[in-house]
Nanobody, 121 residues
Framework: QVQLVESGGGLVQAGGSLRLSCAAS??????MAWFRQAPGKERDFVAA????????YYADSVKGRFTISRDNAKNTVYLQMSSLKPEDTAVYYC????????????????WGQGTQVTVSS
């Protein structure tokens, strides 16, 4: 069993920055990712990182603005978000999976509770 605890969401003005954290406990994971869901929309892929090699993957909408990273010693994944836009407003979810695959698909084995990010214009 794996537990994921997210933190770091909040309210920020457009152009600002936020850093989300996701602390994982339990079994060794293969990869972790961030997804987001805006009101009335489906949950969309944001970024993913493989735990061992640190390979990263990004949605086109966040490339150059968001950076995913991990701290193996703390079992924590981060999402540094910069140049935030109102359209980045959503609940952000951390996901974890045991195996490789299409990281943009939301078929992860575990999910966190979500953290709200609101970007004002």
């Amino acid at each position: 069993q794996v537990q994921l605890v997210e933190s770091g969401g909040g309210l920020v003005q457009a152009g600002g920055s936020l850093r989300l954290s996701c602390a994982a406990s339990g079994r060794t994971l293969y990869a972790m990712a961030w997804f987001r869901q805006a009101p009335g929309k489906e949950r969309d892929f944001v970024a993913a990182i493989t735990w061992s090699a640190g390979n990263t993957y990004y949605a086109d909408s966040v490339k150059g603005r968001f950076t995913i990273s991990r701290d193996n010693a703390k079992n924590t994944v981060y999402l540094q978000m910069s140049s935030l836009k109102p359209e980045d407003t959503a609940v952000y979810y951390c996901g974890a999976r045991y195996y490789s695959g299409n990281y943009a698909r939301d078929d992860y084995d575990y999910w966190g509770q979500g953290t709200q990010v609101t970007v004002s214009s």
